[in-house]
């Protein structure tokens, strides 16, 4: 079966760094496009980023771009979101997600959370 777990949720201060990892397994990593979208209390989830299946095209949300990298090892079945530059704003809980044959699948989230 899909599963996606992703790690490395973290409390930072403002300005930090971190980096999100989504290991997948139960199915074939490296023929699907991978995302990660960001979900807070109350709101709606938000499309964060989106990796095609190769690596060759990123996709980013106004909000992060210039700030948050995705990539992927084909190789490890893992998919990345490097964030930088952290604003109080972009505290939430992180999901990886996949669409495969028109299912979304969603990892149990990471709670990042930007505070001084």
């Known amino acids: 079966q899909v599963q996606l777990v992703e790690f490395g949720g973290d409390l930072v201060q403002p300005g930090g760094s971190l980096r999100l990892s989504c290991a997948a397994s139960?199915?074939?990593?490296?023929?699907?496009?991978m995302n990660w979208y960001r979900q807070v209390p109350g709101k709606e989830r938000e499309f964060v980023a989106q990796i095609s299946n190769t690596g060759g095209t990123t996709n980013y949300a106004n909000v992060v771009k210039g700030r948050f990298t995705i990539s992927r090892d084909n190789a490890k079945s893992t998919a990345y979101l490097q964030m930088n530059s952290l604003k109080p704003e972009d505290t939430a809980v992180y999901y990886c997600n996949a669409r495969i044959n028109s299912v979304n699948y969603w990892g149990q989230g990471t709670q990042v959370t930007v505070s001084s």
């Open positions: 139960g199915f074939s990593f490296r023929s699907y496009n």
